[in-house]
């Protein structure tokens, strides 16, 4: 049964997160497994959620909408993950919690205005390209600390924390410096004392680095396909900015 798989899966991943965790001398409180839940079916979400899991990471905003309408009695914490355009910023902020995809000053700014047209909050994560690839969307290292001032100046958005996508890589060091270069702008963050931020969670790694990405310091991990199967289409798909 696909129930079962699913369940299974979750055992996997979440004993790989607690080794990790005792072999870094972490609280395995302090490490949050975020589901991964693009393209998969609210019945495949469900089995999760039933399991305990409660947040979910989307990318694609419309199709996060329809999953959501069936599966708000749960009391989920929803995430976009995924590149936002300024033009869905309306209907994300319909269901989303945290939108950890906060990467241009155009983006922060539609947000502000729109939390403030509907009389709420949003938390945010800044997302950070330390792998410094092209292909990747996230704000420059060596920019983040200075769009994180900007950033901060909003209030209706509360910085929460940071995300970042490793480098997809067989070569260990070279992925954990990802990782480390997000913690290192994360304690510089923290150091400013900024308004309307506190940058509690490092949302890094995934289930190919996770192990990684705990011991550089992650609070939240994303994974998907190793709970729920591959997907029918490749990852470019997923965080295609013109999707």
Known sequence: ???????N??????????????????????????????TVSVENIQFAIDEGYSLLGENKVMEAMEKYEVLKENRCEWHIIGHLQTNKIKYALKFADVIQSVDRIKLANKLQNRCEYDGRNIDIFIQVNTSFEKSKFGIAPERAIEFIKQV?????????????????SSQDEKVRDCFKLLKEIQLKSQALELPNASFDELSM???????????????????????????????????????
């Open 1 to 7: 049964m696909e129930s079962d798989i699913i369940k």
């Open 205 to 243: 790694g995934m289930s190919n680095d996770l192990e990684l990405a705990i011991e550089e310091g992650s609070t939240m991990i994303r994974v998907g396909t190793a709970i729920f199967g591959q997907r029918p289409f490749p990852d470019s798909y997923y965080w295609n900015e013109r999707n």
């Open 9 to 38: 899966n979750l055992k996997i991943i979440q004993k790989r997160i607690n080794r990790a965790c005792d072999l870094s001398n972490r609280n395995k409180n302090e490490v949050k497994l975020l589901l991964a839940t693009k």
């Open 152 to 168: 901060s100046e909003f209030p209706r958005l509360h910085i929460k924390g940071l995300m970042t996508i490793g480098l997809l």
